[in-house]
C-alpha cells in the first residue's frame, strides 16, 4: 500500500507522503507549507529572474517561486535524496511547469561524493531531514557533490545570472556558500539560508558578513493563522522556522522598521540559544 496522497493545495497539485510529519503534515492539514518564506520571497524577486534553490524536497516552494517567475525566469531545484527527488519530478509535471531544471545532486564546498539517508516510507518520518554525509553507512544513497560555482559558472559556456540563492540543506549552508563565492561575487544575489545550526551559525554569518551582505533574522511559525485550509488548530505550537534573509550592500532595497529591528550585528547571537 502506498503511502502517497495526490491533492490539489494552494500551489498547485502536490503528491507527497502521507507519513511525513512537518512537510506533508502541514500540506494535509492546512494546504501549505512555511508560506511566510514564499511570501518574503515573491515580494522581493522580480518576475522574469533565476532562482537556485539547494533542497528543494517535493517542491513546496519551488512550484510557486516558478510560477511567480515564468514571465522568463528559470528555477533550478537541487534535490539529491530520490525519496524527494521522485516527488519533486512528478509534481513539477503535474502541474505543467517548464521553466525549472531539476538536478539531482549535493551542494558542498568541494567536488566528491557522499552518502545520504533514506526513509522507510512504512514508518513516519521527518522527509526533509534528509542529510549528506562522508561515509557509507547501511541503506545509504551514493550521491555525487559538487559546488554551485561549478554548476553555474566554470562548467557553463552561456551564464545566466542570478537574484536568489536559496538553500534548505540541513546544516550544510556554510559549505554551499563557500563554493559559490565566484556567482555571488559577480551576480550578488539574495540569500535566503536556513540557519538553525548554533555550531555553525557564527562561521555563516561572518563569512556572508565578508561577501558585502547585510543579514537579518526570518523566524516565521510554521502554523499560519490565516492558512489555505482555514484550520485554526496548531499543530505546530512554538515551532518556527530559523533563517537568515541576506541582501548585497550594494542593493538598494528599502526595508521597514521591522527588518532593521532583525538585522544581525552579533554573530555570536542565535535566536536558537533562548530556547535550547
Known amino acids: 500500500m502506498s503511502n502517497i496522497i495526490k491533492q490539489r493545495f494552494k500551489h498547485g497539485i502536490f503528491s507527497y507522503y502521507s507519513n511525513d510529519q512537518y512537510i506533508g503534515k502541514s500540506l494535509s492539514e492546512y494546504g501549505?507549507?512555511?508560506?511566510?518564506?514564499?511570501?518574503?520571497l515573491k515580494q522581493i524577486i522580480p518576475?522574469?529572474?533565476?532562482?537556485?534553490?539547494?533542497?528543494?524536497?517535493?517542491?513546496?516552494?519551488?512550484?510557486?517561486?516558478?510560477?511567480?517567475?515564468?514571465?522568463?525566469g528559470l528555477v533550478y531545484a537541487i534535490e539529491p535524496q530520490f525519496q524527494n527527488h521522485k516527488l519533486l519530478v512528478k509534481n513539477i509535471e503535474d502541474n505543467e511547469l517548464n521553466n525549472v531544471k531539476v538536478l539531482?545532486?549535493?551542494?558542498?564546498?568541494?567536488?566528491?561524493?557522499?552518502?545520504?539517508?533514506?526513509?522507510?516510507?512504512?514508518?513516519?518520518?521527518?522527509?526533509?531531514?534528509?542529510?549528506?554525509?562522508?561515509?557509507?553507512?547501511?541503506?545509504?544513497?551514493?550521491?555525487?557533490?559538487?559546488t554551485l560555482d561549478q554548476l553555474f559558472y566554470d562548467d557553463v559556456e552561456?551564464?545566466?545570472?542570478?537574484?536568489?540563492?536559496?538553500?534548505?540543506?540541513?546544516?550544510?549552508?556554510?559549505?554551499?556558500?563557500?563554493?559559490?563565492?565566484?556567482?555571488?561575487?559577480?551576480?550578488?544575489?539574495?540569500?535566503?539560508?536556513?540557519?538553525?545550526?548554533?555550531?555553525?551559525?557564527?562561521?555563516?554569518?561572518?563569512?556572508?558578513?565578508?561577501?558585502?551582505?547585510?543579514?537579518?533574522?526570518?523566524?516565521?511559525?510554521?502554523?499560519?493563522?490565516?492558512?489555505?485550509?482555514k484550520n485554526s488548530k496548531n499543530i505546530f505550537p512554538k515551532i518556527i522556522s530559523c533563517n537568515i534573509f541576506c541582501i548585497p550592500n550594494v542593493s538598494k532595497i528599502k526595508l521597514n522598521e521591522l527588518?532593521?529591528?532583525?538585522?544581525?550585528?552579533?554573530?555570536?547571537?542565535h535566536p536558537l540559544k533562548k530556547i535550547i
Open 104 to 146: 539531482k545532486i549535493a551542494i558542498s564546498s568541494k567536488e566528491g561524493k557522499a552518502y545520504m539517508n533514506t526513509f522507510d516510507e512504512n514508518m513516519t518520518s521527518n522527509y526533509g531531514d534528509a542529510r549528506i554525509f562522508n561515509s557509507n553507512f547501511t541503506g545509504a544513497e551514493s550521491v555525487p557533490l559538487k
Open 32 to 40: 501549505e507549507w512555511s508560506e511566510a518564506e514564499v511570501t518574503l
Open 259 to 269: 527588518w532593521k529591528k532583525l538585522e544581525i550585528t552579533d554573530s555570536n547571537y
Open 158 to 229: 552561456e551564464k545566466k545570472p542570478i537574484k536568489l540563492i536559496k538553500c534548505d540543506a540541513q546544516g550544510q549552508e556554510l559549505n554551499i556558500i563557500l563554493g559559490s563565492k565566484k556567482i555571488i561575487n559577480v551576480y550578488k544575489p539574495y540569500l535566503y539560508l536556513e540557519n538553525d545550526d548554533i555550531n555553525t551559525s557564527k562561521s555563516l554569518i561572518e563569512e556572508i558578513r565578508y561577501l558585502g551582505y547585510k543579514m537579518f533574522w526570518h523566524l516565521p511559525p510554521l502554523y499560519n493563522p490565516v492558512n489555505f485550509f
Open 47 to 72: 518576475i522574469n529572474e533565476n532562482i537556485i534553490e539547494v533542497g528543494s524536497n517535493i517542491g513546496t516552494h519551488t512550484i510557486p517561486l516558478a510560477k511567480h517567475v515564468s514571465n522568463g
